[in-house]
C-alpha cells in the first residue's frame, strides 16, 4: 500500500466541510422526494412520537424510539441509494442487480419488523395500563 506524502493529503477546510454537509442535505431532498416508501417511514414516525409525547414515555423509551425511527430511515435511505446505482449501472434487466435489490429491500424489511418490536416494547405496556384503568 502506498503511503501518502504530507504534500498529497488536503488540508483540513471549513469551506469543505460546509459543502459536504450541503451534499448530504441534497442527498436527503432527493431520498424524500424519490422515495414513497419514505414518507409512509415519515407519517409513521410521527405518529410514533406524538403517542409517545401522549403517553407521557420515560427518557429511555425515547432513546430507543429514536434509535429505531433512524434505523429504519437509514436502512431505506440506503435501499435507495442501492436502488438508483443499480438503475444506473444494470439498466437491462440483471439477476444480480435483481437480487441487490431484493436484497437492500429486505434490509429494510427487516429493519422496519425490529423497530415494530422496539415500538410494541415501550408502547404495550402503557396500553395495557390504560386498558386496566
Known amino acids: 500500500m502506498e503511503k501518502l506524502s504530507p504534500e498529497s493529503k488536503k488540508r483540513f477546510s471549513m469551506v469543505a466541510r460546509a459543502k459536504s454537509f450541503t451534499?448530504?442535505?441534497r442527498g436527503i431532498k432527493v431520498f424524500v422526494?424519490?422515495?414513497h416508501n419514505a414518507w409512509i417511514h415519515i407519517t409513521v414516525s410521527f405518529v410514533v412520537i406524538a403517542a409517545g409525547i401522549?403517553?407521557?414515555i420515560e427518557r429511555l423509551d425515547w432513546m430507543l424510539l429514536i434509535f429505531a425511527i433512524g434505523f429504519v430511515l437509514v436502512a431505506e435511505a440506503f435501499n435507495t441509494a442501492m436502488e438508483i446505482d443499480m438503475d444506473l449501472t444494470s439498466p437491462e434487466h440483471h439477476p444480480y442487480a435483481k437480487?441487490?435489490?431484493?436484497v437492500s429491500a429486505g434490509a429494510v424489511l427487516i429493519a422496519s419488523v425490529t423497530s415494530a418490536l422496539v415500538?410494541?416494547?415501550v408502547f404495550m405496556p402503557k396500553i395495557v395500563e390504560i386498558i386496566n384503568k
Not at 437480487?99 to 431484493?102: P, Q, R, Y
Open 23 to 25: 451534499h448530504a442535505g
Open 33 to 35: 422526494a424519490s422515495t
Open 54 to 56: 401522549y403517553l407521557k
Open 99 to 102: 437480487d441487490t435489490k431484493d
Open 119 to 121: 415500538g410494541a416494547l
